[in-house]
């Protein structure tokens, strides 16, 4: 094993001999630039290696051949070794990125470079403050150099301010070191611990060394200097500076707080947790993406400090947690800014140029995960066990303040990659610096292999072996085949998985099992119809389905935790495809996100510290704690069902998303939200909260969605949205028959599970197909497209008798379940909001039919044939099963009774011959069908035999007093076809939800608008902000004694 | 119970005589209108011939399959709903195809016919017909509202869904009648009972001034005829349901006659004093009058 003192040897040795070398040898120059960076890369990883495995322990290498505090020593243990690697590696890729900057000015500006390595290296193995100072030292005047090798003017200007503001904070912990040594006699940190400097009523000289230490984290406010370097340095250095120099100093800041004793932890969490919130409400603002990312940069270093506030509880899973939320941060960081140096303008708008490199965009969204946090990536890990860790030590409030600040950090985000995704990109393919996107690549893998190590690392199973998991990243791999064989492939892949699995399924993961397996297969089948290649539909797609597949066969909270956020991912991704999804994605992800993390709270209270929890465990969970955990796990899987309340993403979604898309987020993803609540209810049943039933509560919840999500739907001109409102109504009627806690409501619950399943996605997809013929969504611009597209017609019409519960169709065994569910539950009240849902459902199913294929054909669409094949199959299929399942609903629902009836005392249902019986009343769909049956056959035969010869006469041959149509726009009713209905009722529709949340939105952004203002762009403002800081804090922390 | 062969033919039997009866009453009734409106009225078998014209009209004229279904799914629902509701307490004769299903099933028939009408209506490609539509499921559901949480209150009250269960305990004495036992449910019954009677002042659907017919206005010959049958059978449809669960239901034939004679009377007797709402205002009547005494019912029962 090399010893690590080489790392600043080779540094600094070929620092030197740069210095020797001819000016205009610049190649051999680069060439032992790069060698020099490569040793010092393989020194740290080797370390790190041998570290994790154990063949190595932690070594202090001593210099001068003197014990400390006589002579400087340095150390290498686990941690070190951990970030010598970021730093180096930083270092070797962005050394390979810069190049031409590089070879351009020359070997002083590689010289440079080398030493603002080492540095950066020494500052994290140094053990001694004064050391310290002068590998910071070193670091600042590096800096100030390497900032210049820019093309941006501005970079002088924020070099100058750099060096400026540094030197402030330079004497700060030049007097903080003299201070300490005053009251030490010692200027070694490992001397500090054996007497805690506070302790010996130096606290002044501990507060300036540690303020000193965390200026150099860019605190907000004080972090002006530290923006204007990101936004005008070259990104190749930018990247150094932000995964590199922060990891550092962080570092630095933690080597001294680990002596100070637990009393000045509060402070670094509060500094760090403002500073991360603060960071990322600005960043809303910023459009300049480096900018953004110097804010985001900001934010993750106090993060990390935040978490390092978080030391005396961690234990020995600190470094998992602290390491985990740095390297992600270090190499998304890194990779970012290495992209926005291959895009040539700095808007965010510009980012659209990379879907012409579509790898490009993968790297993106790798890097954007790892930021937030998201599965696999060694964020999640450390996000999961940061939560667990809090909550045990009852530092909830910490924990809230981190996932705000998280959720905020993924709406911006994800916003950007809303804007490159969606927003018109050039045409021209540019061409890229290959060697700039290799190393953006190589940070992108190491990305995936940090998520593999954690994951390996963690108590629980590596995600990244997850099966489905790694069958979707597959889809990665195959994106260059034609989408129809990755159909097939798609296809194959849920059946197999659902074969492989279903024996080990009870009644009810069976029933959501066959809806998210068998059910995607089916649409997919409406996917044949795209051809080409479909990038980007297939990854994304089968991450859903992963996640759904990991959600039901999951035991562990942390399973469920995971395979959530991997469908949430999946989803968005696939939902963001749509033409004008962008707004509509963002609102998702970010209902969807908050939704997960209210889940992850909740999970972490259910523990209450001791992860893993197992699902059936929740039973378990008692005592003041147990309903918030109901609370908070309630709405996090009501932000998949769109609760009303928390409803406002699910229409632009589901209606803007692709024709094939729309029924797999409606029919199939909904589902995931109300599998959700039904583990809930089934293991914590009741509980009260101030004296309240939470379950009454979510009746109301229910019955309200039904209500208000019919009666949004009848107004809505877009077949689509309308079908999507109605979802909301739907899903209300299944959270209704939950939340009435008894044998029968759960039996309704599921039947609309699988009938919502089934209609919804027929109905989607014959409105899909209708609007790829048609090219509208507008229902008035249809009409009289019977004729035209029959089998498109039999298909919404069988859909929509099913979903108005009329006999004989399936539809009605929900609401003959429903009503004898209500016979027995407490609460009547809501059911009055239920019973008007009801025929309100009418309206818009009838509208849904009629405007579209009844009423008068418009000229344009004469020429119309029905729905593609691909797209009418999985319909046809749909028809076929919604008659069968009319005639015998107890295929299905037989098991899953017995099942649920060991969840309650009352008796289910009883299942004799073909009827149907309940305590109260009595149901046999076989009679049913055959009565209607014979009765329709006849009277039909009736009225054949009168009138035979009737046949069809043309469009406007109909009885118009004295005046003779023949515009199909104006003999259309269509358009506000309910106005009455508006007119009485429509004050209920005023959109308070949404100007709730548009509220919270605009706060955030005034804040940040306002905000930004304090940063002028004045080197000496910036400098007297520091001292402010350093000033206030010092009242804040109370005058330190 | 279960299903014999010899119900198929008892069940005709209650067909007819409902259907008679249903000719002679319509006729009443209207005659009785015409009289408060200070008319002679049509003559007594009036409606007969007028049935018996329409079936013998020929007609070459259909609009499409939905079209030319509509009138099917119409007259459907409308025998279905009698067929699927006993119509005579105790009387193993007329208790119909009642296995097949309990009054849930009754409820939710009511819209089968509706909703087939509608979709015939609706494909004749004629504004009226939609505008008709639309206004008559608009007042319905409002209508629907009072009428559902009486029956809920109903079922609360009895402990059971079945109609036969519902009329059962409703015997012995008038007194036992729902109406006494739970005034308040059966007058938001009745209330909701006005608004799906297709009269004034809730037939602005109809609207036979200013939109000809509404939803029929396009069907004519044996289409018409259809309809109307249904017109005659689907009232005594409705009024037998509420006759099993609100006023004792009937033991024979000649107590069957008088009582759904008495509540037609009800909506006859509104309409002939009342003016025509707009739909807005129906709606809000219901909402208003209606939807308290429902949520009262269910409250107190």
Redesign the interface.
């Known amino acids: 094993m090399v010893s690590a003192i080489f790392i600043i040897v080779v540094g600094l040795g070929a620092a030197f001999a740069l210095g020797l070398l001819k000016d205009s040898w610049r190649n051999g120059a680069f060439a032992l630039t790069m060698a020099a960076l490569a040793v010092m890369s393989w020194i740290s990883i080797s370390w790190l290696g041998a570290l994790a495995s154990g063949a190595a322990q932690p070594t202090d290498i001593l210099t001068a051949g003197v014990q400390p505090p006589f002579a400087i020593n340095l150390r290498v243990g686990l941690a070190e070794a951990g970030l010598l690697s970021v730093i180096t590696l930083t270092g070797l890729l962005s050394a390979l990125y810069l190049r031409d900057a590089l070879m351009q000015q020359g070997r002083r500006s590689m010289a440079v470079l080398l030493i603002a390595i080492m540095a950066l290296s020494g500052i994290v193995l140094t053990r001694d403050i004064f050391n310290l100072f002068v590998f910071f030292e070193l670091m600042v005047i590096s800096t100030g150099g390497l900032v210049l090798l820019s093309d941006d003017e501005r970079a002088i200007g924020a070099g100058f301010k750099y060096l400026v503001v540094t030197q402030v904070i330079s004497i700060l912990l030049l007097v903080g070191i003299i201070f300490t040594y005053h009251a030490q006699g010692s200027l070694n940190i490992d001397d500090f611990a054996a007497q805690p400097l506070a302790a010996k009523g130096a606290g002044l000289a501990f507060f300036l060394l540690l303020m000193a230490l965390v200026l150099e984290l860019k605190p907000f406010p004080a972090n002006g200097w530290a923006l204007d370097i990101y936004e005008s340095a070259h990104p190749g250095f930018s990247a150094i500076f932000s995964a590199a120099s922060g990891t550092a100093a962080v570092y630095a800041a933690d080597k001294v707080l680990a002596t100070g004793g637990a009393e000045w932890l509060p402070l670094a969490t509060f500094i760090g947790l403002f500073t991360f919130l603060a960071s990322n409400i600005l960043a809303l603002r910023q459009d300049n993406d480096r900018r953004l990312l110097g804010y985001s940069s900001v934010a993750q270093i106090g993060l990390v400090l935040a978490v390092i506030g978080q030391r005396d509880i961690l234990g020995d899973q600190f470094l998992y947690i602290a390491g985990g939320i740095l390297i992600a941060h270090a190499v998304a960081k890194a990779g970012l800014f290495w992209i926005s140096g291959v895009i040539t303008r700095r808007e965010l708008t510009a980012w659209t140029v990379l879907r012409l490199n579509p790898p490009l965009v993968v790297a993106f969204a790798t890097f954007l995960a790892m930021l937030i946090g998201l599965p696999p990536f060694p964020g999640f890990y450390a996000k999961w066990e940061l939560a667990h860790h809090l909550v045990a030590e009852g530092r909830v409030a910490v924990l809230v303040l981190i996932l705000i600040g998280a959720l905020i950090e993924a709406g911006y985000l994800f916003r950007w990659f809303g804007l490159a995704i969606k927003r018109e990109a050039p045409v021209a393919r540019p061409k890229y610096a290959p060697g700039k996107v290799l190393v953006i690549y190589a940070a992108a893998l190491l990305g995936w292999y940090a998520g593999y190590r954690w994951g390996a690392l963690s108590q629980y199973d590596n995600l990244l072996q997850a099966m489905p998991l790694m069958v979707a990243l597959g889809f990665l791999l195959i994106e260059g085949l034609p989408a129809r064989i990755k159909n097939v492939i798609a296809i194959a892949a849920l059946c197999v998985w659902f074969w492989l699995s279903y024996g080990s399924f009870d009644p009810l993961q069976m029933i959501f099992g066959v809806i998210f397996m068998i059910g995607g297969a089916v649409i997919f089948l409406a996917s044949f119809h795209e051809t080409g290649r479909r990038l980007g539909f297939y990854p994304p797609a089968m991450l859903m389905y992963a996640g759904l597949a990991m959600l039901i066969v999951a035991e562990s909270s942390f399973a469920f935790f995971a395979a959530w956020e991997v469908l949430t991912i999946g989803s968005y991704f696939l939902i963001l495809r749509g033409k004008k999804s962008e707004p509509h994605a963002l609102s998702y992800l970010m209902f969807s996100l908050g939704g997960a993390f209210a889940i992850l709270l909740g999970f972490a209270l259910a523990a209450g510290g001791t992860a893993p929890l197992a699902i059936a465990d929740l039973a378990q969970v008692t005592g003041a704690v147990a309903p918030w955990v109901f609370v908070l796990l309630a709405i996090g899987f009501m932000t998949k069902t769109a609760a009303i309340g928390l409803h406002i993403w699910l229409p632009g979604a589901h209606a803007e998303a692709e024709a094939d898309v729309s029924p797999m987020v409606s029919g199939v993803l909904l589902k995931a939200g109300l599998y959700g609540m039904f583990l809930l209810l089934m293991t914590m049943g009741r509980q009260h909260l101030f004296g309240v039933d939470l379950t009454y509560v979510l009746l109301w919840i229910g019955a309200l969605s039904a209500l208000l999500g019919n009666l949004m739907a009848i107004f809505q001109e877009d077949a689509k949205r309308l079908l999507a409102y109605s979802s909301i109504g739907q899903m209300g009627y299944a959270l209704f028959g939950l939340a009435m806690m008894n044998h029968l409501g759960w039996l309704m619950a599921l039947m609309f599970v699988i009938n919502h399943y089934v209609y919804k996605s027929l109905l989607f997809l014959s409105v899909g197909g209708v609007a790829k013929r048609t090219g509208t969504r507008d229902m008035y611009r249809m009409g ?1 497209l ?2 035209l597209m029959p089998l498109s017609f039999i298909a919404v ?1 069988i859909g929509i ?1 099913t979903m ?4 004989p169709l399936s539809g ?1 065994g929900g ?2 379940i429903f ?2 569910a ?2 027995t539950a407490d609460a ?2 809501p ?2 909001l239920v ?2 849902s ?3 459902a ?2 818009y199913l ?1 509208r849904l ?2 405007t579209i294929f ?3 054909l418009k000229d344009e669409h004469r020429q119309l044939k029905d729905a593609p094949f691909w797209i009418l199959l999985p319909q046809m299929i749909y028809v076929a099963f919604l008659l069968g399942f009319a005639v015998l609903p107890g295929m299905a629902l037989r098991r899953v009774d017995a099942y649920i009836g060991e969840h309650f005392t009352e008796q289910g249902l009883s299942w004799e011959g073909l ?1 149907i019986t ?1 305590e ?5 769909p076989v ?2 069908m055959i ?2 049956g014979t ?2 056959t006849l ?2 035969l ?2 054949l035999a ?2 035979h ?5 043309k ?7 004295a005046e003779r149509p023949f515009r199909p726009e104006t ?4 358009w506000n ?5 508006r ?3 429509g004050f209920l529709l005023a959109p308070l939800v949404t100007r709730f949340w548009g509220a919270i939105t605009n706060a955030l952004h005034e804040t940040a608008e306002f905000t930004r203002k304090l940063y002028t762009g004045n080197g000496q403002t910036y400098a007297v902000h520091v001292l402010v800081f350093v000033v206030v804090l010092y009242l804040v922390a109370g005058g330190i004694s | 119970m279960s ?1 014999e062969w010899i119900q198929i033919p008892y069940a005709l039997l209650t067909l007819l005589i409902v259907f008679v009866y249903g000719v002679f009453m319509t006729t009443i009734i209207r005659k009785m209108g015409a009289r408060a409106g200070g008319r002679y009225g049509i003559r007594l078998y009036q409606t007969f011939v007028d049935l018996a014209k329409n ?1 013998a009209l ?9 079209f ?2 509509g ?3 119409r ?2 629902g409308g ?2 709903l009698i ?2 509701v006993p119509t005579i307490y105790g009387s193993v004769m007329h208790q119909n ?1 009642a ?7 009754a409820l ?2 009511v ?2 016919g509706t ?1 087939g009408m ?2 015939g209506a ?6 009226y017909s ?2 008709g ?3 008559g ?2 007042q ?3 209508a ?2 009072p009428f ?2 009486a029956v ?1 209150a109903v ?2 009250q009895y ?4 109609i036969t269960e519902i009329v059962a305990a409703q015997q012995g004495g008038f007194l036992s009648w729902t109406l006494f036992t739970n005034p308040i449910a059966v007058v938001a019954a009745m209330i909701g009972f006005l608004g799906t009677m297709m009269r004034s002042p809730f037939d602005v659907f109809l609207a036979p001034q200013e939109i ?1 017919i509404g939803p029929p ?2 069907f004519h ?3 018409l ?2 309809m109307q049958t249904n017109r005659i059978l689907f009232p005594i449809a409705k009024i037998v349901i509420y006759m099993n669960l609100f006023f004792g239901g009937a033991t024979n034939w000649p107590v069957f006659f008088l009582k759904v004679f008495l509540i037609y009377l009800v909506s006859a007797l509104v309409g002939v004093v009342f003016p025509r709402f ?3 205002q129906s ?2 009547f219901f ?1 208003i009058w209606g ?1 308290p005494l ?2 009262l019912s ?2 107190i029962v």
Not at chain 1, 804 to 807: E, F, L, Q
Not at chain 2, 159 to 162: P, R, V
């Open positions: 009289g019977i004729k019409l008798i108005s519960g009329v006999p009605f609401r003959w009503y004898n209500i016979m009547r009240l059911m009055v019973f008007l009801g025929p309100i009418f309206l009838f039919i009629h009844l009423g008068q009827t309940s109260f009343g009595y149901w046999s009679q049913i009565v209607i009765i329709f009277l039909f009736l009225l009168l009138n010869k009737a046949q069809w006469v469009q406007f041959n109909i009885v118009y007093a003999t259309h009713f269509a076809f309910f106005a009455p209905y007119r009485a009722l | 299903f079936y020929r007609s070459h004229i259909s609009h499409g399959i939905m030319y279904l009138p099917v799914f007259l459907t025998v279905g067929l699927f195809f296995f097949a299903g309990d009054l849930v099933l939710y028939f819209f089968f909703l509608a979709l609706g494909e004749s490609g004629h504004p939609a505008v539509i639309t206004r499921l608009s319905m559901t409002a629907e509202l559902v949480l809920f079922s609360l402990q059971t869904l079945s000809p206005t396009e010959s044996a289409y005829a259809l707009r739909v807005e709606i809000r909402l939807l429902g949520i269910i409250l």
